[in-house]
């Protein structure tokens, strides 16, 4: 067989083995939880909300133009292993506000999270947060009406057990909208990635 | 000419149709964006609690610039932002200016740590800073409690509510565990063994809060012994927001293929079989 078709057939075949590497058999799992795949099954952790969420302050939308982010945001509380809840009624689509910390606006650290990605490593909400840059501006708009301003002062990446709580969740030196979700590489046996993105703004 | 064009044409129908393979690789082979750690600049985080007898209303002072003014005995701050590394804390009676500290010392605080820093001591056994490490990470639905034992003349302490003993043998310039307790109303009895006495304060503790009880004062002198209850927010961890890039999938709504995958491979396999077929054609004329 000639050399040039001979190379050919090698290349399709590497390419074909290459796609076929990244499909992922289909294995019977259902949405109940009851598990009879290989993989076990990670039951979700309940929520604790605070009910703190009352009044006209209470953040609904999030706007950050420079990323083309714009979501609705769900009050989210802590889930009983501590960690911080997320949005529940549109995982993929909203992002949750830290509603046992201040509202947007008022002294202190408030919180907003979103997921990065959905199963199978599509976008999620906050797939682009990590192309924010300082001085970028952020726009959250609250139940009475009112939309206020942030600044992006930093950002920073850290592993879960690194991460500085008191400065995301507790610092009262300003006015502080902190803005968290996941990075870095996914850990199959710990269920999470490796790494946290947090971007810290201030208002303005 | 005519040879000419009919290798074109192979090259475009085999280029055209590794073209749909590769896409199809790409497609199912794309993994989320990965990054690197960068090293953290967040500031520490203070509080100070002053617990001296022998340091009456203070001025305090850190790097040279005041700080806390007329600070009184048994008052403690909030947790305040400070930037990591060294810092020169001094203390001085309030009024005599940072030339009449009586204690100077520095201290090396650690990015996004929070300290409780207590002023303690006597003139006699010495005057000086005492720095814990805190952990307000919350527990949900109750609270934690820390006892520091402050008081220099108190000796080994114990902790105990409605009767019950919570903690044992805390020593001066020590800090207990934390105790995960239930919310709601408690009334804390420590006593001191060596003294023969018991103090007590009544608090109400909140669900998800840090609280913080301060044994400081003298059993025998002044000011007298007492308790001082302090509460801060607990914090939570950090959320996970990442998803398993290949899932489990299910049958009846799998993530199966998309629809036109099928049809651009087998569209990219008659493309590339022309190809062949068209130079193999062009090769024997």
């Known amino acids: ?204 | 000419m005519r040879r000419f064009f009919m290798l074109t044409a192979s090259n475009l129908l085999l280029g055209v149709g590794l073209l749909g393979i590769c896409g199809l690789a790409a497609f199912f082979g794309g993994q989320p964006f990965i990054s690197s750690a960068h090293p953290a600049t967040s500031p520490a985080f203070v509080r100070v609690i002053h617990a001296s007898p022998d340091v009456g209303t203070a001025d305090v002072f850190v790097d040279g610039a005041k700080l806390l003014s007329s600070f009184a005995f048994g008052a403690v701050t909030g947790y305040a932002a400070v930037p990591p590394g060294p810092h020169k804390v001094q203390i001085a009676l309030v009024g005599k200016g940072i030339g009449g500290s009586v204690i100077t010392q520095t201290l090396d605080v650690n990015p996004g740590y929070a300290y409780t820093v207590a002023a303690i001591g006597t003139q006699q056994s010495g005057l000086s800073l005492e720095v814990f490490v805190d952990n307000n990470l919350l527990s949900p639905g109750t609270a934690k409690l820390r006892v520091y034992q402050l008081s220099p003349d108190a000796g080994s302490v114990s902790v105990a509510a409605g009767g019950t003993t919570l903690l044992n043998g805390i020593g001066y310039q020590n800090a207990s565990n934390y105790l995960t307790v239930a919310k709601g109303g408690y009334t804390f009895q420590v006593t001191s063994p060596g003294n023969n006495a018991t103090l007590s304060a009544s608090t109400m503790l909140n669900a998800n809060t840090i609280a913080s009880l301060f044994v400081i004062g003298m059993f025998n002198g002044t000011p007298k012994s007492a308790l001082v209850t302090s509460q801060a927010p607990g914090l939570p961890g950090v959320p996970n927001t990442g998803s398993d890039p290949n899932p489990i999938v299910q049958v009846d709504v799998a993530r199966s293929l998309a629809p036109w995958s099928w049809p651009l491979g087998l569209a990219s396999l008659l493309f590339i079989g022309s190809g062949v077929f068209v130079r193999r054609v062009t090769g024997k004329r």
Request: proline share 7%.
């Open chain 1, 1 to 204: 067989m000639p050399a040039v078709r001979l190379f050919y057939l090698f290349l399709v075949t590497i390419l074909l083995l290459s796609a076929c590497s990244n499909f992922v058999p289909e294995t019977a799992v259902s949405t109940t939880g009851n598990v009879n795949a290989e993989r076990p099954y990670v039951p979700e952790i309940p929520e604790i909300r605070s009910g703190n969420a009352k009044g006209n302050r209470i953040p609904i939308r999030v706007n950050i133009p420079s990323v083309g982010i714009n979501a609705f945001i769900e009050t989210v509380g802590i889930k009983a292993d501590a960690d911080l809840a997320t949005p529940t009624q549109n995982p993929w689509e909203d992002v949750g506000w830290y509603d046992m910390g201040p509202y947007p606006g008022q002294r202190g650290s408030a919180v907003i999270d979103g997921h990065l990605d959905r199963p199978g490593g599509y976008q999620a909400v906050f797939w682009r947060l990590g192309d924010m840059k300082v001085g970028d501006d952020v726009q959250v708009t609250s139940n009475g009406g009112k939309t206020l301003h942030f600044r992006v002062t930093r950002i920073e990446y850290y592993t879960p057990e690194q991460a500085p709580l008191q400065d995301i969740f507790g610092n009262v030196g300003g006015t502080y909208l902190n803005f968290i979700t996941c990075a870095g590489d996914w850990i199959p046996s710990q269920h999470q990635t490796n790494l946290r993105l947090v971007v810290y703004t201030t208002f303005v």
